[in-house]
């Protein structure tokens, strides 16, 4: 980033595009919470949705983004339908505004090389919302595997599983893709993160099972990286609405020396509600949203690269990208 894009102010001004995705709820509250943010308002494609979040947040509603990105503010968190990111990222990088974008960062690689290199020329910050980085019990492993701890790692086990969200997420032209690319990306980003290498070739198997959807709501993906580790991953929607909570994160790191199993949404309350007549997990942990939205304030002040890059969201989105090539095909793709 360049000299001109540092803020040199006591706060960092935000604007969010679109609360079509349901973290823009999370990050909205987190800018509120932070001493050293200022949400100036919201642009929404959908009037009565960005009016009833701007009303909900206590900032002020821009029918056209071209208005909000003519306001005085530093930054966007982009929060729109997948397909949407790269037009909504490369015209706030032209404005001059830093952006944190939701995952997945893009529907195509040339779209996500596109918003990387917008961002570069035009000397602004672009950060992918990969908020699992931050949750404490994920940086402790983090900590763990580098210290040596565990040997050398040889095998990962992971998950992520969910409910069907439904909506824009099941409409292809929107999402780009269903449960494969909306619960891979994590899971990706943060082996990559954890192993400090990157995906030599990926195997899987994608279908539809468990709903009555025209897109993908299961999957499962082998994962060889250039250091020889092999990784597998089961991403699905796959929680019925009556499961207690929305899905999980779990890994299994395995080393010559140990193992770290890791269950990143552990922290939650069991409550036997009679009114919606179901059990619920309460959460009472570590808000890793709020971590993540402080981590790119500091990249904006200080002009340092955030936990996780826009290249690093353009790599998680290859492997996605890659898990569907190879379930055409049904051979190995070799990224």
Same mark, same amino acid.
């Given at each position: 980033?360049?000299?001109?894009?540092?803020?040199?102010?006591?706060?960092?001004?935000?604007?969010?595009?679109?609360?079509?995705?349901?973290?823009?709820?999370?990050?909205?509250?987190?800018?509120?919470?932070?001493?050293?943010?200022?949400?100036?308002?919201?642009?929404?494609?959908?009037?009565?949705?960005?009016?009833?979040?701007?009303?909900?947040?206590?900032?002020?509603?821009?029918?056209?983004?071209?208005?909000?990105?003519?306001?005085?503010?530093?930054?966007?968190?982009?929060?729109?339908?997948?397909?949407?990111?790269?037009?909504?990222?490369?015209?706030?990088?032209?404005?001059?505004?830093?952006?944190?974008?939701?995952?997945?960062?893009?529907?195509?690689?040339?779209?996500?090389?596109?918003?990387?290199?917008?961002?570069?020329?035009?000397?602004?910050?672009?950060?992918?919302?990969?908020?699992?980085? %931050?949750?404490?019990?994920?940086?402790?492993?983090?900590?763990?595997?580098?210290?040596?701890?565990?040997?050398?790692?040889?095998?990962?086990?992971?998950?992520?599983?969910?409910?069907?969200?439904?909506?824009?997420?099941?409409?292809?032209?929107?999402?780009?893709?269903?449960?494969?690319?909306?619960?891979?990306? %994590?899971?990706?980003?943060?082996?990559?993160?954890?192993?400090?290498?990157?995906?030599?070739?990926?195997?899987?198997?994608?279908?539809?099972?468990?709903?009555?959807?025209?897109?993908?709501?299961?999957?499962?993906?082998?994962?060889?990286? %250039?250091?020889?580790?092999?990784?597998?991953?089961?991403?699905?929607?796959?929680?019925?609405?009556?499961?207690?909570?929305?899905?999980?994160?779990?890994?299994?790191?395995?080393?010559?020396?140990?193992?770290?199993?890791?269950?990143?949404?552990?922290?939650?309350?069991?409550?036997?509600?009679?009114?919606?007549?179901?059990?619920?997990?309460?959460?009472?942990?570590?808000?890793?949203?709020?971590?993540?939205?402080?981590?790119?304030?500091?990249?904006?002040?200080?002009?340092?690269?955030?936990?996780?890059?826009?290249?690093?969201?353009?790599?998680?989105?290859?492997?996605?990208?890659?898990?569907?090539?190879?379930?055409?095909?049904?051979?190995?793709?070799?990224?």
């Amino acid at each position: 980033m360049t000299e001109k894009g540092l803020v040199r102010e006591d706060r960092v001004r935000f604007g969010i595009i679109s609360f079509a995705h349901m973290h823009a709820a999370s990050y909205a509250r987190a800018l509120n919470e932070i001493p050293g943010a200022e949400l100036i308002g919201i642009y929404d494609n959908n009037r009565d949705r960005g009016l009833s979040a701007a009303a909900t947040y206590n900032t002020d509603y821009y029918q056209c983004l071209r208005d909000l990105l003519d306001t005085d503010i530093h930054a966007v968190i982009v929060c729109s339908e997948n397909a949407r990111h790269r037009d909504e990222c490369i015209q706030a990088a032209k404005a001059g505004k830093h952006v944190l974008c939701e995952k997945p960062i893009a529907t195509t690689s040339e779209d996500g090389v596109a918003m990387i290199e917008e961002c570069e020329r035009e000397g602004v910050i672009l950060a992918t919302t990969f908020p699992v980085r %931050h949750a404490p019990s994920v940086v402790r492993a983090k900590g763990v595997i580098d210290s040596g701890a565990i040997g050398q790692v040889i095998a990962v086990n992971a998950t992520n599983h969910g409910r069907m969200p439904g909506g824009w997420f099941i409409d292809r032209k929107l999402s780009g893709g269903g449960a494969v690319l909306d619960h891979t990306v %994590h899971v990706a980003d943060l082996l990559r993160w954890f192993l400090k290498d990157e995906v030599k070739t990926v195997y899987a198997e994608v279908d539809t099972r468990m709903h009555d959807i025209d897109i993908d709501d299961c999957g499962m993906l082998l994962m060889e990286f %250039h250091s020889g580790v092999f990784a597998t991953l089961d991403p699905s929607w796959s929680r019925p609405k009556s499961y207690p909570t929305w899905g999980d994160v779990t890994t299994e790191i395995v080393g010559t020396d140990g193992v770290i199993s890791l269950d990143v949404f552990a922290q939650v309350l069991v409550e036997a509600n009679d009114s919606d007549g179901k059990v619920l997990y309460r959460n009472w942990g570590d808000n890793m949203d709020l971590f993540l939205v402080r981590d790119f304030i500091q990249a904006v002040n200080q002009g340092q690269k955030p936990a996780a890059s826009g290249f690093d969201g353009l790599k998680a989105l290859e492997i996605a990208l890659a898990a569907y090539e190879s379930a055409g095909i049904g051979k190995p793709v070799e990224l």
